[in-house]
C-alpha cells in the first residue's frame, strides 16, 4: 500500500517545509520579545523603553537565527546531493 | 401634511434601524453560540443531550487559582490516547505473529516505515532511530487528536493552545536532549556562545537562548492555528445559513462546508506529518552541529 498521488504534494512539503519554518521563527522571536518587554514595561512602569530594546532585540535574533538556520539548511541539502551522486 | 409626511418616515426609519439593530445582533449571538462548539467547555454533547462533567474544587498552587475539572478537550485527549494506544498494541501483536503484516498491523507498519525512511533517516541519520518511539508517538496522537475533532460531536483537542503547547514541550525537551547527548553537556554549552569571542557573550548567549524556545513556539502556534482555523471556516459556512435567515441557501454553505471538510481530513494528516518532521528536523541540526 502505497500514500498515492498525496505522495508528490508531501515530498514538496518536506523540501519546502524547513524554510518557511525558518520565517514563522523568526516572526516569533519578535512577538516573543514583543510580549516579554510590555510585560516588563507594565511591571516596572517604565513604558516604552523596555519594550523598544527587546523589540530591537528580537529583530536581531531574528535575523541572526535566519541566515544561521538557512545556512545549516543549505549546508545539509548539498551534503544529501552529494550523497545522492555518490550513489548513482 | 407636511409634518405628518415627515412623521411618518421618521416613524418608518426609525423601525427600519430598529429591525436591522435586531437583526444584526441576532446574526452576532448565533455566530458566538456557534464558536462555542470550537472552544473548550465542561460538557460534553452526545446525541439528543449535554453532559457535564462533575466540577472538581479549584486548587491553589504558589496563588494561582487551578481549575482542574475534567473538560471536552481532556476528555477527547484522553479517549484518543486509548485509541492510539489499543491501535498500536494491536498492531504490533499482529505483526509479531505473522511474517506478512495484515489488516490493521499493515495501515501502522505504512506509517512507521514511512516515517522510519523518509523523515528520521534524511533528518537525523542513523542515530535517529533510537528516537523513533517519541516521535512515532507524537505522530499518531497528533493525528488521531486531529482526526476526532472531525467525527461528529467530538471535539479536537488539538485546537487548544494549552495542549500544543504540552506536545511542544516535550518537543523542546526531546531537541535538547538529543542535542546534548550527541554532543556532550561541554559542547552544547560551547554551541550556546555561538563561538565568538567572550566580550561578546552577554549579547550572543541570550540570542541562542531564544533561538532554542523559539523553535518549539512556532510548532505549537502552527499546529494550534491551524486545527483552529479550519474549524471556524466551517462554523463561518454554516453561519451564513443564519445569516442570510433562509433554507434556500443553504446547499451552496453546505457544499462548501463539506469540501473544507475533506481539506481538513487532509490537513489533519499533514500537520500531523509536519509537527514529527519538524521536530526530528531539528533535533537532527542540533545532532549534526557537532559534526562541523
Known amino acids: 500500500m502505497k500514500l498515492g498521488d498525496l505522495n508528490g504534494l508531501v515530498k514538496a512539503y518536506r523540501e519546502a517545509m524547513p524554510y518557511l519554518a525558518v520565517g514563522v521563527q523568526m516572526a516569533a522571536m519578535v512577538v516573543i520579545m ?4 510590555k510585560w516588563a514595561d507594565e ?12 523589540i530591537f532585540f528580537g529583530i536581531s535574533a531574528g535575523f541572526y537565527h535566519f541566515f544561521k538556520q538557512t545556512n545549516a539548511l543549505a549546508k545539509k541539502s548539498n551534503k544529501k546531493e552529494d550523497n545522492s551522486d555518490e550513489i548513482r | 401634511m407636511d409634518s405628518s409626511i415627515l412623521n411618518n418616515f421618521e416613524q418608518h426609519s426609525n423601525a427600519f434601524i430598529d429591525s436591522t439593530g435586531a437583526h444584526a445582533q441576532h446574526s452576532e449571538n448565533v455566530f458566538v453560540e456557534l464558536l462555542h462548539h470550537i472552544r473548550d467547555s465542561k460538557t460534553i ?16 498552587i504558589f496563588g494561582i487559582q487551578i481549575d482542574l475539572t475534567i473538560t471536552r478537550h481532556v476528555f477527547f485527549l484522553w479517549v484518543s490516547a486509548i485509541i492510539v494506544a489499543i491501535i498500536t498494541i494491536v498492531a504490533a501483536r499482529k505483526n509479531v505473529k505473522s511474517k506478512v503484516p495484515k489488516g490493521i498491523g499493515n495501515l501502522v507498519e505504512v ?3 514511512y516515517i522510519r525512511d523518509e523523515i528520521v533517516i534524511p533528518n537525523m541519520g542513523r542515530d ?11 505522530f499518531f496522537f497528533i493525528l488521531v487528536m486531529n482526526l476526532i475533532g472531525l467525527v461528529p460531536y467530538g471535539a479536537t483537542s488539538t485546537s487548544n493552545v ?16 538529543a542535542a546534548i547527548r550527541k554532543q556532550g553537556l561541554k559542547h ?3 554551541h550556546l556562545t555561538g563561538g565568538v569571542h567572550w566580550t561578546l557573550w552577554p549579547i550572543m548567549i541570550p540570542i541562542e537562548i531564544l533561538g532554542l524556545f523559539t523553535k518549539p513556539f512556532a510548532l505549537c502556534i502552527r ?3 491551524n486545527m483552529t482555523g479550519g474549524h471556524i471556516v466551517i462554523v463561518s459556512l454554516i453561519g451564513l445559513i443564519f445569516i442570510f435567515k433562509t433554507v434556500w441557501i443553504a446547499p451552496i454553505p453546505v457544499a462548501f462546508a463539506v469540501g473544507i471538510n475533506i481539506l481538513e481530513l487532509f490537513v489533519a494528516f499533514l500537520q500531523a506529518y509536519i509537527f514529527t518532521m519538524l521536530t526530528s528536523l531539528f533535533m537532527g541540526l542540533g545532532m549534526q552541529s557537532s559534526e562541523h
Open chain 2, 188 to 190: 552544547y554549552l560551547a
Open chain 2, 223 to 225: 499546529l494550534f492555528a
Open chain 2, 162 to 177: 494549552s495542549v500544543t503547547g504540552g506536545l511542544a514541550l516535550i518537543a523542546f525537551i526531546m531537541i535538547q536532549v
Open chain 2, 45 to 60: 454533547e452526545v446525541p439528543f443531550a449535554h453532559f457535564e462533567f462533575p466540577p472538581i474544587p479549584t486548587i491553589n
Open chain 2, 111 to 113: 506509517f512507521v516505515e
Open chain 2, 128 to 138: 535517529g532511530i533510537k528516537y523513533m518511539p517519541y516521535l512515532l508517538t507524537t
Open chain 1, 34 to 37: 514583543f510580549l516579554l518587554g
Open chain 1, 43 to 54: 511591571k516596572f512602569g517604565t513604558y516604552p523603553w523596555l519594550m523598544l530594546l527587546c
